[in-house]
């Protein structure tokens, strides 16, 4: 069983910076693909944010997010960020950190059997 543990998340301004951390104790954390999904306060499911492949080499990204956010992993340390830039409204949610063995499908909820609790990002204006 997979256990993630997200912090870093808060309250900031529009246009600041926050980095997320997703820690996954006691695990090979190499075995497992991992994501960051969020879902916003009026959104009944959550939205593809961000994913990195195993060894770090492929990121993926959604398009409201790319060229701002940016996912990495330090493998050694069994975690993985997202590092938030030039945060807008929008980006208001619960952030979720997600965990899969597998790539097919690295953008859909469904791949991923590990989640997070959640950590809330609330930019004002």
């Known amino acids: 069983h997979v256990q993630l543990e997200e912090s870093g998340g808060g309250l900031v301004q529009a246009g600041d910076t926050l980095t997320l951390a997703c820690v996954a104790p006691?695990?090979?954390?190499?075995?497992?693909?991992m994501a960051w999904f969020r879902q916003a306060p009026e959104k009944e499911s959550k939205g593809f944010v961000a994913?990195?492949?195993?060894?770090?080499?492929?990121?993926y990204y959604a398009d409201s997010v790319k060229g701002r956010f940016t996912i990495s992993r330090e493998n050694a340390k069994n975690t993985a960020y997202l590092e938030m830039n030039n945060l807008k409204l929008d980006d208001t949610a619960v952030y979720y950190c997600?965990?899969?063995?597998?790539?097919?499908?690295?953008?859909?909820?469904?791949?991923?059997?590990?989640w997070g609790q959640g950590t809330q990002v609330t930019v004002s204006s």
């Open positions: 994913a990195i492949s195993w060894t770090g080499a492929t990121t």
């Open positions: 006691g695990v090979t954390f190499i075995d497992y693909v």
């Open positions: 997600a965990a899969a063995q597998g790539a097919d499908g690295v953008r859909s909820e469904a791949q991923y059997h590990y």
